[in-house]
C-alpha cells in the first residue's frame, strides 16, 4: 500500500470514529466509478478512488469533500466531483486534465492536476481558479489527495 493510499485508509478511520460531527454517504460501487471517469475522461488516482469506494463523498465541517454519488432528486446524474469538475469547464474555463475534488473558499477549486501523474498513479492538489493567469501561478497544496485530506480532516476535527 502506498503512502497516499494509507493516509485514505486514515481518513476513513476518522471519519468513522467522527460520526458525531463527520458526514459521509455510503460508498461507490466499480460501475459508478468507472461511469464518473469516463464522464470527466479522466482517471482517479488510487488515494482518491479508495476513498470514494468507502465514503462516496463526506464532510468534516467546515470542510467539505466532493466524492462521487446520486440522489433520487437527481435520478442518474453523477454528484460531486463529475459535476463540479463538468461545470468548472463549460463555466469557469478549467482545463481538461484538471480534476475539481473540493470547492473552497480561500483556494477556490481545489484540483488534481491529472497530467502529473507520479510513479503510484497519485496526481499533486493545487489550488485553481479562472483569474489565474497560467498554470504555473497554481499554489500547490499537497503531493497527493490522500495526504491532502487527511491534513484537512484532522485540522476540522481538532478545531
Known amino acids: 500500500m502506498t503512502p497516499a493510499v494509507e493516509a485514505s485508509e486514515q481518513v476513513i478511520a476518522l471519519i468513522r470514529d467522527n460520526e ?8 461507490c460501487d466499480t460501475e459508478t466509478l468507472a461511469a464518473a471517469e469516463h464522464a470527466m475522461g479522466l482517471a482517479f488516482p488510487p488515494s482518491y478512488r479508495c476513498l470514494i469506494e468507502a465514503l462516496g463523498t463526506w464532510d468534516v465541517p467546515p470542510k ?15 454528484l460531486g466531483s463529475v459535476e463540479q469538475t463538468l461545470t468548472a469547464r463549460s463555466k469557469a474555463g478549467l482545463p481538461a486534465d484538471l480534476m475539481v475534488v473540493m470547492v473552497d473558499d480561500v483556494w477556490g477549486y481545489v484540483v488534481l492536476d491529472t497530467s502529473q501523474p507520479d510513479q503510484d498513479g497519485e496526481y499533486p492538489v493545487f489550488a485553481w481558479n479562472p483569474g489565474l493567469p497560467d498554470r504555473d501561478s497554481m499554489e500547490r497544496l499537497a503531493d497527493d489527495l490522500g495526504s491532502f485530506v487527511l491534513k ?6 481538532d478545531q
Open 152 to 157: 484537512e480532516c484532522r485540522q476540522a476535527i
Open 64 to 78: 467539505e469533500f466532493l466524492g462521487v454519488y446520486r440522489t433520487s432528486a437527481r435520478g442518474d446524474v453523477l
Open 20 to 27: 458525531d460531527i463527520a458526514n459521509h454517504a455510503d460508498g
